[in-house]
């Protein structure tokens, strides 16, 4: 869906953070949103650049990202570790998704984060001054558009696929070539990292090529990450 900005604001600052997105936007309507009682803190997380400037990018525009908690929670992680970190499951703001809890109707999405702090500062330095933190570049994913070219690749050859995120009783299910299929006891699982997450996948059939669609999703997803 694009790459974008999200800076970091002292909530005392926003009625001048509004104005300037009212300015670059050129609309009077511009503000933050999102549910601000449940984000925590003095400052709030908005969206102020998403590009490619689509109209449905323009939506999440001013969203305060702090005021969900699956996404608060990937920043928090990101902030800390000055390593990029995803979001656990949501649905995305631009196909309609709650700003107030985890939605996961219709499509499925997640996000990318990476925290970018003040001028000669660090993570380490975030840890005994937050105010150093400036803000994330990160970009949002919808699982179906993301798995998309690896999993027809893979689908053309007849196989069964499920992908899952997290484990046990915990886990969710991202993707399933037959949904209507009974669980899979056999076939070859891998692991895939998203960030700083792990995703399983189970490839099962009977065709002699299913280690090699399994190596050729892998390398897909890890060129996506990558690039």
Same mark, same amino acid.
């Given at each position: 869906?694009?790459?974008?900005?999200?800076?970091?604001?002292?909530?005392?600052? *926003?009625?001048?953070?509004?104005?300037?997105?009212?300015?670059? #936007?050129?609309?009077?309507?511009?503000?933050?949103?999102?549910?601000?009682?449940?984000?925590?803190?003095?400052?709030?997380?908005?969206? *102020?650049? +998403?590009?490619?400037?689509?109209?449905l990018?323009?939506? =999440?525009?001013?969203? %305060?990202?702090?005021?969900?908690?699956?996404?608060?929670?990937?920043?928090?992680?990101?902030?800390? $570790?000055?390593q990029?970190?995803?979001?656990?499951?949501?649905?995305?703001?631009?196909?309609?998704?709650?700003?107030?809890?985890?939605?996961?109707?219709? &499509?499925?999405?997640? *996000?990318?984060?990476?925290?970018?702090?003040?001028?000669? $500062?660090? #993570?380490?330095?975030?840890?005994? &001054?937050?105010?150093?933190?400036?803000?994330?570049? #990160?970009?949002?994913?919808?699982?179906?558009?993301?798995?998309?070219?690896?999993?027809?690749?893979?689908?053309?050859?007849?196989?069964?696929?499920?992908?899952?995120?997290?484990?046990?009783? =915990?886990?969710?299910?991202?993707?399933?070539?037959?949904? %209507?299929?009974?669980?899979?006891?056999?076939?070859? &699982?891998?692991?895939?990292t998203? &960030?700083?997450?792990?995703?399983?996948?189970?490839?099962?059939?009977?065709?002699?090529?299913? +280690?090699?669609?399994?190596?050729?999703?892998?390398?897909?997803?890890?060129?996506?990450?990558?690039?």
């Amino acid at each position: 869906l694009g790459m974008g900005w999200s800076v970091v604001v002292d909530r005392r600052s *926003l009625p001048e953070l509004e104005s300037r997105m009212r300015a670059l #936007y050129d609309d009077p309507q511009m503000r933050l949103w999102g549910d601000q009682a449940r984000s925590g803190g003095r400052a709030a997380h908005a969206i *102020l650049y +998403l590009e490619p400037q689509t109209p449905l990018n323009r939506r =999440a525009i001013g969203f %305060d990202m702090h005021s969900e908690p699956v996404r608060r929670a990937a920043m928090v992680k990101a902030a800390r $570790t000055g390593q990029p970190a995803a979001s656990g499951l949501i649905r995305l703001v631009q196909d309609g998704g709650s700003a107030q809890k985890r939605d996961l109707g219709g &499509a499925p999405g997640f *996000l990318i984060y990476i925290p970018v702090y003040a001028r000669g $500062t660090d #993570y380490g330095m975030f840890r005994a &001054a937050p105010g150093s933190l400036r803000g994330f570049v #990160y970009s949002p994913f919808r699982v179906g558009d993301f798995l998309a070219e690896p999993l027809r690749q893979i689908d053309e050859q007849g196989m069964e696929i499920t992908i899952h995120e997290g484990g046990g009783m =915990a886990r969710t299910l991202i993707y399933a070539s037959n949904p %209507d299929a009974p669980p899979q006891t056999g076939g070859i &699982a891998t692991d895939i990292t998203i &960030a700083d997450r792990t995703w399983r996948m189970v490839v099962s059939g009977s065709d002699s090529s299913l +280690l090699s669609s399994l190596a050729l999703f892998t390398l897909a997803v890890g060129l996506l990450i990558t690039l």
